[in-house]
């Protein structure tokens, strides 16, 4: 064993360690929806953190609903996410734009699952 292996804290410590208030409040917004967290990080992550501001968010919306005006006008396929759900991750992915970007990636760090990996159903917190 390297001698600096035994200060690596294992996951189990990791995790055991008091959350502070922001990851309590990335919970509760967690909580409301798994899906809607998961697909509001990535769509947080596509569009950068420091552009996710009120007015992004509220013509993000202004878009969807113009494709759904559209959509009914020509009727085209139907989407498989729901204009509806489009938007609760848009105004998702903005309640999490409003926290530290150093705070989000350490909550996804510690507490989100990743999946589609080699490893099976890992957080990113095992792999140190």
């Known amino acids: 064993m390297k001698p600096i292996d035994m200060y690596k804290y294992t996951c189990e410590n990791y995790n055991m360690t008091p959350k502070p208030k922001a ?12 899906a809607i967290f998961l ?19 509220l013509k993000l919306i202004q878009n969807i609903v113009a494709e759904v005006t559209y959509d009914q006008i020509h009727s085209t396929p139907i989407n498989i996410i729901t204009p509806e759900y489009r938007i609760a991750i848009v105004e998702t992915a903005y309640e999490l734009s409003k926290y530290d970007i150093w705070n989000l990636l350490e909550y996804i760090k510690r507490y989100v699952i990743i999946s589609g990996n080699k490893n099976g159903n890992k957080r990113l917190s095992d792999f140190d």
Do not use: P, Q
């Open 23 to 34: 990851f309590k409040d990335i919970d509760c917004i967690r909580e409301k929806d798994e």
């Open 39 to 57: 697909s509001a990080i990535t769509s947080l992550f596509e569009s950068g953190h420091a552009n996710y501001t009120k007015e992004t968010k």
